[in-house]
Nanobody, 118 residues
């Protein structure tokens, strides 16, 4: 099981970014795929997850109505981030867990930096 994130970068406040998580060694249809983020000195926090078997999604309150998680195909999970704010600056991690309900990842990617600044 391997996860690789891409799509991070520098964006101005109010802008958009799309993050990609590519899975290898498995397909995500029986996994819960999630995105977390972490800033230095703070714990990693859940941003959003999607349950493969049902398509059900859940979001942190801080990103609800701005971010959208989706499974584009059996190996790619995308996080569309709109109306970005400076407080969204963090390293974003993709996670996976073989489950139909539990979302805390058993596998992690290496992370991708997102910086929101003018």
């Amino acid at each position: 099981v391997q996860l690789v994130e891409s799509g991070g970068g520098l964006v101005q406040p109010g802008g958009s970014l799309r993050l990609f998580c590519t899975a290898s060694g498995f397909t995500t249809d029986k996994y819960v795929m999630s995105w977390y983020r972490q800033v230095p000195g703070k714990e990693r926090e859940l941003v959003a997850y999607i349950i493969g078997v049902s398509g059900k999604t859940q979001y942190a309150e801080s990103v609800k109505d701005r971010f959208l998680i989706s499974r584009d195909n059996p190996t790619n999970t995308t996080l569309q981030m709109n109306d970005l704010k400076p407080e969204d600056t963090a390293v974003y991690y993709c996670g996976a867990r073989h489950s139909s309900f539990a979302y805390v990842p058993a596998h992690w990617g290496q992370g991708t930096q997102v910086t929101v600044s003018s």
